[in-house]
Nanobody
Framework: QVQLVESGGGLVQPGGSLRLSCAAS????????MGWYRQAPGTEREIVAT????????YYADSVKGRFTISRDNAKNTVFLQMNSLKPEDTAVYYC??????????WGQGTQVTVSS
């Protein structure tokens, strides 16, 4: 009933920037947090950044602190990830996650980010 659609991925050179967007739609009850996770081939999915829907709390993985910024537009049920100073090790499929109050979590389909010369 809830759909998450990511966009903004692509191919970028090291040191470049990308801005990811994730728009939630459908029967959303109450959002607790939204966030971004990533998974490279042969690895487990890992957290990148999360943000509380109400309030200012954010979390960043150590590997992206100072380079990535998560933000939100509550009225549009949309979360963003501004990625600067990208490194080849940032290459992964990036997934959006929505956590509702209660038992339901939702995942987007993922968007590929490739950082390469």
């Amino acid at each position: 009933q809830v759909q998450l659609v990511e966009s903004g991925g692509g191919l970028v050179q090291p040191g470049g920037s990308l801005r990811l967007s994730c728009a939630a739609s459908g029967s959303i009850f109450s959002i607790k947090t939204m966030g971004w996770y990533r998974q490279a081939p042969g690895t487990e999915r890992e957290i990148v950044a999360t943000i509380r829907w109400n309030g200012a709390y954010t979390y960043y993985a150590d590997s992206v602190k100072g380079r990535f910024t998560i933000s939100r537009d509550n009225a549009k049920n949309t979360v963003f990830l501004q990625m600067n100073s990208l490194k080849p090790e940032d290459t992964a499929v990036y997934y959006c996650k929505l956590v509702e109050y209660g038992v339901h979590d939702y995942w987007g389909q993922g968007t590929q980010v490739t950082v390469s010369s």
